[in-house]
């Protein structure tokens, strides 16, 4: 048998694993998944609910389109980078360097478009430049998994590594001030209102959201990114490549962190080397205020939306209310205890 034969063949050996009769016991532990998962997505439709009502009552002019078109704006970023982290998230990983990708790769954009726009036209700079933050997003990606899965790096220490180097990168490039020169359709593209709160980058996460998720629950990408999560181990014994799996995964999170980047370099119309900053741990505590487990294997792409939505909303309301913004990273890691012991209290109590 040749390799190529020899490889359809454990493939479908896995497939066939997946999509065999599971016994009592397996139902049992997937409906009960699926139950809490259930009741936890309403449980955070009922925050975001209960603080649209406070902030609407603190402010009146927090319901009002400019507001939310504002408010939701601000939010791409979180929700790009928490699409990336529920990936990695489920399959027991984590990734520290999103943010770090983000900020590069929207420096690098913007030199890019500001060197090549008089030679090549607003419109073919800011095409290069997309290209440009693609390749940023690829390289980090890659390298992590690369890291992770040939020189067995943990996920932790592999991606704090990059996270050091985008970031040291960044200012070794701008030197700390912000890069100008980016042609004035970025920001035109990136700053258009239409349908009264609708821009670009909130279209693209919509849709960057949806794919994620059809691509997550529904394919067999994303039930190997389960089973990974799940036991590595027996995802292994049942033919899935779970090397090749884990590169990929940490490719597509550095290929979305690099769209984020492009994203907050349409909004800004500069590329800022302050921007990711403590990006990953906001997407972080979206993805596990959203239900995600640490330890893999549990999560949704919708429990992550709504972590990012509640994660923002309190954000801003902590602007609204004047509190100063050091105390904005000492929320969200309370947010992120908060989460997680919910999650261990609700594990104990369906043992």
């Known amino acids: ?17 997946e999509t065999s009769n599971e016994g009592p016991e397996i139902k049992r532990r997937t409906g009960r998944v699926w139950t809490r998962t259930y009741r936890q997505e309403l449980l955070l439709l009922g925050i975001i609910l209960l603080l649209v009502v406070v902030f609407g009552l603190l402010n009146s002019n927090f319901l009002s389109a400019a507001n939310l078109s504002n408010t939701a704006q601000d939010a791409t970023e979180t929700a790009m980078l928490a699409i990336a982290e529920t990936y990695v998230i489920i399959t027991a990983g984590i990734d520290l360097s999103v943010g770090a990708v983000l900020g590069l790769s929207g420096v690098v954009s913007a030199m890019v478009m500001g060197a090549l726009t008089a030679s090549l036209g607003g419109i073919g700079a800011f095409a290069a430049g997309c290209a440009a933050a693609l390749a940023v997003g690829v390289l980090v990606g890659l390298a992590n998994g690369l890291m992770i899965v040939r020189v067995r790096i943990t996920p932790f220490i592999a991606t704090l590594a990059t996270l050091g180097i985008a970031t040291g990168m960044t200012m070794v490039l701008t030197n700390g001030v912000d890069v100008q020169g980016v042609p004035q359709v970025a920001a035109t593209l990136g700053n258009s209102v239409f349908a009264a709160v609708f821009t670009l980058p909130i279209v693209v996460t919509i849709l960057a959201a949806v794919i994620g998720g059809i691509y997550l629950h529904k394919s067999r990408f994303g039930r190997w990114t389960y089973a990974l999560g799940s036991n590595a181990a027996a995802a292994r014994g049942a033919g899935i490549p779970t090397q090749k799996h884990l590169i990929s995964i940490y490719l597509l999170s550095g290929m979305i962190s690099s769209i984020a980047g492009l994203l907050d370099l349409m909004r800004l119309g500069t590329g800022s080397p302050l921007e990711g900053v403590n990006s990953e741990l906001n997407a ?33 309301g902590l602007i609204i209310g004047g509190v100063q913004p050091n105390w904005q990273t000492v929320v969200t890691g309370l947010l992120i205890a908060g989460a997680v012991a919910f999650q261990q209290v609700g594990r104990k109590a369906s043992v």
């Open 284 to 316: 972080i505590a979206a993805v596990v205020i959203g239900g995600a487990s640490l330890f893999g294997g549990v999560g949704t792409m919708v429990g992550s939306m709504l972590g990012a939505i509640i994660l923002s909303m309190v954000l801003g």
């Open 1 to 17: 048998m040749s390799r190529q034969q020899a490889t359809q063949a454990q493939q479908a050996g896995a497939d066939a694993v």
